[in-house]
């Protein structure tokens, strides 16, 4: 028999597969970033691909990118 929480089967031991659904939506032309994670998202809808750079929690700063360059960073 399976553990169920209120959550998830077998206490979310599941989880981590799916970490990647989960860093960037959209809706219309606005993109928002769930999860601060390396990764790269091609939103062919609107011409763009964004790179995310990190090495967080080592360091901080985290580096957005596109064809054209540096979009941004957060620290």
Known sequence: MALQT???WL???LSPASYANGIYYHEADRLYIAQYVPSSLDW????ITVEQATK???EVM???RNAKGLLG???
């Open 6 to 8: 209120s959550c998830c």
């Open 11 to 13: 206490g979310g031991s």
């Open 44 to 47: 062919s809808e609107m011409g």
């Open 56 to 58: 967080y929690p080592e």
């Open 62 to 64: 985290i580096r957005f």
């Open 73 to 75: 960073s957060i620290y």
